[in-house]
C-alpha cells in the first residue's frame, strides 16, 4: 500500500523532473561543455581550453559583479528571512492577522515589472515619497539608484519587501510548533522572549536555515530583475552583478563562450552559499536526521 | 470531442491565412512613431494583397539590438529590420544581411540617384549598398517658443554659434521661486558621443584617429578636448542642464515635453511624439556653430535578412516602403526627414501646418552632415566612451580624464572591429 503510494508520488513528479531535466539540468550541462569553446552562435564553435575562464578571470568588469553580487545577498538574505519570521510571529494570530497576511504577501505577487516601476517611484531621489518623508524629518536625503554610494542600499531595500513565499514557510512551521509547549513553558514563568528563544526559534531552525539558503539562492539571480530595471547596473557599475554580466556577454557582445564560464561561476558561489549553510547546519545537528533535511 | 470539432474551422482558417507569404518586419520606437509604420504596413498590403506583413515593435532601441542579435543568434531574424546605420556593420560583418545594391539596380521604382548621396554611403559595407536608407535625419535644438517669448529674448538663427546658444542657455535657466533649485532649464541634453560628435567637428577636432581607419578614440586631441570641455561645463560649470540627480528624477525629454526645459537636442525622431505631447509652441534650429559648421548623420535603413526566406516578397515590401508614396507616409507622421530628394523637399515633409515650422533645417544643413566611422564594434565603442562623458557632464571625473578613460576602455573594440 505505502509502495503502491510511493510509486504514485513519483510519477506524479515525473512531468516536473523531465521538465526540470531539460529545460535546467541540461542547458546547464551544455553551457559547461559551451565554457571550453570560443562560440558567438554565427561561426562553428572553436575548442579554446581555458581561454574562457582566464578571460572571465582576468575580467575588471567581473570581478566587479561578484562583489557587487555577494553584497547584494549577503546582507539582504538574513534580513529578509529575519522579516519572514518575525512577520509570521506577527500574523500568527491576532485579530488583523487576515489583513497582515496579504499586506505581506502582496509585494511577492506583484509582477517584478510593476514592483521595479513602483520602486523607481519611491526612490525618486527629488519627487518619492521616501525622500519627501526624510526631508520632513530634516533627515539627509540621498540620491539612492541615481547616486554610487545609495544605489545598492536602495536596491535592497526594495528587495527587502519579497518575504511572501518565506513568509507562508514561517507560518506553517509556527502553527506546527505544539501549543503545549508553549503553554508549558508560560506555566514555568517564561516571558514572550524566553518563549521565543527557547520554544519557537529551536523549533523553527531548520526551516530557517533552509529558508536561507533558498533565499540566497534566489537572490543571486533574481536581483537581475531589479538591477536591470531599476539602474541598469549603473551609476557606473555601482550595481553591475554578475547575472547582468552573463547576460550582456551572451546577448550583447553574442560571447557564449565566455558567457557560460561566468555562469559556471555564479553556480560555484551558488554551491558555496549552500556548503556553508549545510555546514552550519551540521555543526548545530538540528533536530532532524540528515535524510529529512536533504529533503 | 464536440469541443475539439470548434477548432476544425480555425485550423482552416489558419492554414488559409498561411498560404500568403508572410514577411516579418521589425522596428524601434516610441508609441507615436510605430503608428508611422502601421500606416505603412496597411497601405503596402492593400496594394499588395498577395502578402502579409507581421510588424514587431520594440520601444527601445538598446533592447531592440539584442533581440535583433539574438534572433541572428538563434537563426531566426526578423525578414526585414530597420537599422541606423551605426549598428549595421556588427552585422553586416558577420554577412548576416542580404546587400540590397543589386536589387536597387534592378528596380523600376526607386533608383541610387534619387537618394541623397551620404544616406548610401553610409550604408555601404565593403563597396556594396547594404541596406536601403529610409531618412537623412540629424541633430537639431527643438525649442519652446513660449519660454524664449516669455523669457524676451530671440529664437534662435540660422546661424547663431555656441556663445549664442550658451546666452540663450543662461536666460532661459530660472529659480522661479527663489528656493534655490532650479525650476526651468535653458539646455536638455544626453551626454553621449553620438551628441558630442557634431561640436568635436565643430571645433576642428574629431571623434577617432583616423575617420578612414580609425584605430582609437580621438578625444584627447586638444580640438576635440576643447569641444568636450565646452559640452562638460554647460552642466558643471553654467549649470544649464539637470545635474545627475535632477536628470534621474525626471529625464530632460519629459522636462521639455513638460515645458520645463527650454532646448532639447534631439533628431527627427522626436517630432511625432512632441506633436502628440507638447502643449505649446515648438520650433527646431539648427546646432550653433563653432569655429565651423557640422552637422551628424542620423540615418536608418530596411535591411534583408540573409536568411530571409522569400527574399522577393521582402523586397517588394522594402522597395514600397523607399518608393514616393512609402516615405511620404512615413514623413506625414512626422517620424523622418526623407532620404529620397523628391520627397524630402515635398510638402510631406515641409508641411506649414505641422510642426517644426522650421523643418527646412534638417535639409539645409545637409551638405554639412558627417558620419560616425563605419566599423562593427561601434556599438560598444560608443557605449563604453558615453559612460565615461556622462561622468564628466555631472562632475564625477574632468573631460580629460572622460577623454583619456574612454580611449582607453575601447582600446580592445577597435582592434577587434572589422572595417569595410
Redesign the interface.
Known sequence: MNRDYDRRLRLLLLPYAAGIGLLFVLPALMSFALAFFRY????APRFAGLVNFSLVRTDSLFNLSVVNTLALVLLPAPLRVFGAFLAALLARGGRLRHLLRAAVFLPSAIPATAFALAWLWIL????GPLNRLLASLSLATP?W???AQWARPGLALAVLWLVGEGFLVCLAALYDVPRDLEDAAAVDGAGAWAILRHVLLPFLAPVILLLMARDAVLLLQESFTLTWLLTGGG??YATYTLPQFIYEAA????DFGMASAALWALYAVTGLILALVYTIARQWQIGMSEEEFLL | MRRIIWLVPLLLLFACRQEKPVVSFMVFGDPAEYAAYEALVAAFEAENTDIDISLTHIPSSKDYRTKLATDFAAGTPPDIALLNYRRVPGFAAAGQFEPLGPYLDRSDVIQRADFYPITLDSFTWQGEVVCIPQNISSLVVYYNRDLFAAAGIDEPGDDWTWDDFLAAAKALTLDKDGDGTTDQFGVGVEPSLYRIAPFVWQNGGRIVDDPTYPTQLGLTRLPSLQALQWFVDLQTVHGVAPNRLEEAAIDSETRFVQGTTAMYLNSRRGTPTYRESAAFDWDIAPLPRGQQAAGILHSDAYCLSAAAKNKDAAWRFIEFANSPTGQTIVARSGRTVPSLIAVAESEAFLDPAARPARSRVFLDTIPDLQMVPLISTWEEIESTASEEIERAFFGDITAEEAAILARDRTEEYFTLGVRP
Open positions: 558567438d552562435s554565427l561561426s525618486n531621489p527629488l519627487y540620491g539608484l541615481a547616486d551609476p557606473y546577448f550583447d557582445r553574442l
